[in-house]
Each structure stands twice: as C-alpha cells, then as structure tokens.
C-alpha cells in the first residue's frame, strides 16, 4: 500500500511542486488537497500542468478527515498560519512536514523576536527535528512533525556547517550573498512581484533584517557547535526558480583544497550534496533536490558558492526528501 500524502495550501507553488514529485515516486500517493478559496475545484483548474496526469478535488481543512486518510502531510502554509495547522494534524496522530518557518529555530524567544507574532505552540518550537537529513537523518526517522528547512538557508548551511565543525574558517565575519528566483516569493499576488517590477532587474532586500539569518546561525551552531557572527543579504532575480549564494568566509590558514576535502567527507554517503570543481549555476540544478557547491581561494578570503532549487531541495524536494526517511525508503526514492 503506498504512503498517503496529504498537501494542505494546495493552490501554492510548493504544493504544485511535491506534487508533481510525488507523480513520480513509487512508494507514495496524492490522496488529499485543502485550500481556503478553492474549495470544490478540481487540483488541474488551479494547476493546469497537472491536467490528465492528477486529479482531486480540493477540500476544506478539516483535520479530522484528513488524518483519517493521510499517512503524512505537507503543510505548505505560510508562517504564522501554519503551527496551529501542523498542532491539530499531530494531535489527530497523522505525521506532518511543515513547509514553514514555525518550527525551525531553538526557541520561542528567537522565533517570536524575528517573527513578530506569538507561537501558537511553543511546546514544540526548540522541540522539533530540523528537517536537514543530511545531518539530521536518525530523529526525522521518528519523528511525528519535520521543520523543513528554509531555502536560503538550506544553500548557506550546507556549505558551512562542516566547515565550522572542523575548525577551517573564522567564526566572526561571514557574508551570505545569495540570489532567488521569484517563486521564491510563493504564488499570491505582491506588487514586489509582479512581471514589470522583476523583469531586467535585480534588487536587494530584507538587508539586515531578513529571517532566515537567525536561522542560518542557528542551525550552524547545533551542527557545528559555534555562533557565527553572520551578514545575509538576499536578492530577488527575474528567474522563475533557483537560488545562488555566494559566501565570503575568512579561512583559519585553510585553503579552497581544504574545504573541498571536508565537503567530500562529509557529504560522502550524502546523495543530494556534490562538491564540484566547477562554479555552480542555478541551471546545473533546476528541477533536481541537487546542492551543487564549490570553493575558490581569494587572498584573505575563501569563497564558497552553492546552488539550489529554491522549490526542490530548497521546499519540496527536501520535503519528499525528509518522507523518504521517515518511511524507512531511500532518500532518493522519487527524486
Ligand atoms: N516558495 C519557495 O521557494 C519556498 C517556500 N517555503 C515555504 O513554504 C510555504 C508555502 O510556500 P509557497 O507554496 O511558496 O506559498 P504560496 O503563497 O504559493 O501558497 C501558500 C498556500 O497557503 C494558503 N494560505 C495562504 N495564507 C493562508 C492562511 N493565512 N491560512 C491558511 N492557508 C493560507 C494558500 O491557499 P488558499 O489561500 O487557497 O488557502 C496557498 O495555497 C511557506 O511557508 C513558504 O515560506 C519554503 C521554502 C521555499
Ligand atoms: C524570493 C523570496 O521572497 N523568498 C522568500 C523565502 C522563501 C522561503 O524559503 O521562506 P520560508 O522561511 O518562509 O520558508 C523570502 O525572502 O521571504
């Protein structure tokens, strides 16, 4: 019998992503889609692409009938809305992987200071396995809800968490410079999105203040043992998907041969990490849960790039990924 998967926020583009996945793996099926204003459509009017290959209809979130069905479900919410959401499908006993950033960071205090609002169940926030299995793998195996991992993070913490972990870079100044496709933004209309305000043009924002810095040292520090003082500015590209991060680190008498090394190690057994002689593209990974990353020395400065899909290894992909695990199957099944 396959594992029964439910997607709540079914009119997304996560959503439309795992399941466009899920078609393809063969362990697990579709069986249940929730959305607020869609309810009663067919999956295939709010996503054509999925016409002829899946069909459901879209139903309320009842949580109740949807643990009923589901094995796991993939809560594709937005942050804020998605704790109380995630807390009412455990408790009817389905095993959730939360999309959102609710359960991410390691305490109430951290999430509610970045967040701005107050957690709906904070029993369970710094009570959550991150849902990084390349690190994380034996407590998501057990785990009745996964915080997947943000997407800017998931190409910043890759990189350097090892690195941390075995002493080859300084812990004081680190810059994360990354780059995102627009779906990045999700699918609801923003004026920050629209096509005449992202076409032939790239834009920084959330400089200095965006949430997915404290996630990145935190999730360093429970991986590599170190608070990182640590600067991540992101940017918007006209790309539809992908997410490139440029990250300047000062080496402790290490080179770029070093760091590669420690990567190869690390991500030895790892089937969706690849250090890589060449410099990465967002193109060499579209479509794939494939980090892509590489090293170069630059002076007083080592340079790490990675490349992602914002929508695959960065939400969906990670996603199956981290079901996989939890299912006891290959982490590659489906990917
Ligand atoms: N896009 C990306 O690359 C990534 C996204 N994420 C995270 O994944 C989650 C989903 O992202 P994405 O698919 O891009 O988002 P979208 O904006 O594309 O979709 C969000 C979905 O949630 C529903 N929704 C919106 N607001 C609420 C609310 N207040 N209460 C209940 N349902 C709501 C919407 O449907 P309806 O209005 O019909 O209910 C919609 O189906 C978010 O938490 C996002 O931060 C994580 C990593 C990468
Ligand atoms: C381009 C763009 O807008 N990207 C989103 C990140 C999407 C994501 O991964 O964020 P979560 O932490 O909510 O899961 C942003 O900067 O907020």
Avoid at 17 to 31: C, D, G, S, W
Avoid at 263 to 281: D, G, I, R
Wanted: proline fraction near 6%; aromatic fraction near 6%.
């Amino acid at each position: 019998m396959p594992i029964r998967v439910g997607i709540i926020g079914a009119t997304g583009y996560t959503a439309l992503e795992v399941a466009r996945l899920l078609l393809a793996h063969p362990e697990a099926k579709v069986v249940a889609a929730t959305s607020r204003a869609e309810v009663g459509k067919s999956i295939s009017e709010i996503h054509p692409s999925l016409a002829g290959r899946w069909d459901v209809t879209i139903e309320s979130l009842d949580a109740a009938k949807i643990a009923e069905k589901c094995d796991v479900v993939m809560s594709c919410l937005p942050h804020g809305a998605s704790a109380e959401t995630c807390k009412q499908l455990v408790e009817q006993g389905t095993r959730v992987i939360d999309f959102s950033a609710d359960f991410r960071l390691s305490s109430r205090d951290l999430y509610e200071q970045w967040y701005g609002v107050v957690h709906p169940w904070p029993e369970r926030i710094g009570n959550t396995v991150y849902g990084l299995p390349e690190f994380f793998a034996d407590e998501i195996a057990n785990a009745d809800l996964v915080a997947n991992p943000g997407c800017y993070p998931t190409s910043a913490i890759l990189p350097l968490a090892p690195l941390v972990a075995a002493g080859l870079i300084e812990t004081d100044d680190v810059i994360v410079d990354s780059k995102s496709g627009v779906s990045g933004a999700g699918r609801s209309a923003k004026v920050g999105t629209l096509y005449c305000e992202v076409n032939e043009s790239i834009a920084a924002y959330g400089v200095g203040c965006h949430r997915h810095q404290p996630e990145m040292i935190d999730l360093v520090d429970r991986i590599g043992g170190t608070s990182l003082s640590l600067l991540f500015t992101p940017h918007l590209t006209p790309m539809d998907r992908g997410i490139l991060s440029t990250i300047y680190v000062k080496p402790k008498k290490s080179t770029a041969a070093e760091v590669m090394a420690c990567w190869e190690q690390q991500y030895a057994e790892c089937p969706f990490v690849t250090p890589v002689a060449h410099l990465p593209a967002t193109k060499h990974v579209s479509g794939t849960n494939h980090v892509q990353m590489t090293a170069r020395d630059g002076g007083n400065r080592l340079i790490l790039v990675s490349a992602i899909d914002n929508l695959a290894k960065g939400a969906s992909g990670a996603a199956i990924q981290n079901m996989n695990v939890m299912f006891g199957l290959p982490q590659t099944a489906g990917l």
